[in-house]
C-alpha cells in the first residue's frame, strides 16, 4: 500500500468549477471512494489534509483564486463536508455575499445522522444545488457499498433528507456511478427520485 500523502489543498479547479476540501471526516467507507486508492481527485496535489482547515483558512484560499475561471464552488474532498457543517455554513454565507458564484455540496446525504437533527432548515439561502450519493437501490446494497458506521438505517435516513432538502434547495440531484450499478438497479433509481421528485445523474466513475 502506498504512503498517505498530506498537503494543505484547500481549494483545488475541477473543470469550470472550484472545488473546496473541508475535511477528511466521513462516516462511510465506500468500496470505490477514491481515498481507497490514492491521495488527490481530478489530476489535484493531496487532499488528505496536514489539519482540518478553519473558516479563516479557507477563505484565504478562496481570496487566492482568480473567481472568473469558475462557474460555481463545490464542497467536495476527501471527505462528507456535512461533517463540518457549522464552518461549511460560514464559508458559504461568505460565498454568497462576496462571491456571488452558485454554491452546490456533494454529500452522501447522511448530515442528519451526524448531527442527529434536521439540517435541511439551515441550507435555506445559502446553498444552490445538494448533490446526494443515492449509490443504491435497497438498504442492504446501500450499506454493503458505503459500509457507513450508522448501520442499516442510513439508507431511509439519506432518502428522507433528500425529500426533505427540495425544500429548503433549489436543485436536489441524486447521483449512481454507472460503473458500479447494472441497468436494472439505474431503472429502479429512476423510480426511487421521481417518487422523491429529484433529478437522478448517472455519473461515471471517477479517477
Ligand atoms: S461518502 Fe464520499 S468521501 Fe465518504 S467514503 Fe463514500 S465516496 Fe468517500
Partial sequence: MKPIEKAMTITYPVRTGLY???????PCACTFC????????????P?????????????????SRDMSQFTEIVFCGYGE???????????????????????RINTNGLGNLIWKRDIAPELE?????????LNATTPEQYLALTRSKFGIESFQAMLDFAK?????????VMTVVD??????????SRQICDEIGVTLRIRPLES
Fill in 125 to 133: 439561502g445559502l446553498i444552490d444545488t445538494l448533490s446526494i450519493s
Fill in 81 to 103: 463536508p456535512t461533517e463540518r457543517l457549522p464552518e461549511l455554513l460560514e464559508v458559504a454565507a461568505y460565498i454568497k455575499e462576496h462571491i456571488k458564484l452558485p454554491v
Fill in 179 to 188: 460503473q458500479v450499478t447494472s441497468k436494472e438497479e439505474q431503472e429502479v
Fill in 34 to 45: 477514491l481515498r481507497q486508492n490514492g491521495s488527490g481527485a481530478y489530476g489535484s496535489d
Fill in 20 to 26: 473546496i476540501n473541508l475535511t477528511n471526516k466521513c
Fill in 47 to 63: 487532499l488528505w489534509l496536514e489539519h482540518e482547515p478553519s473558516v479563516e483558512e479557507v477563505i484565504e484560499s478562496l481570496k
Fill in 164 to 172: 426533505e432538502a427540495k425544500h429548503y434547495v433549489p436543485n436536489v
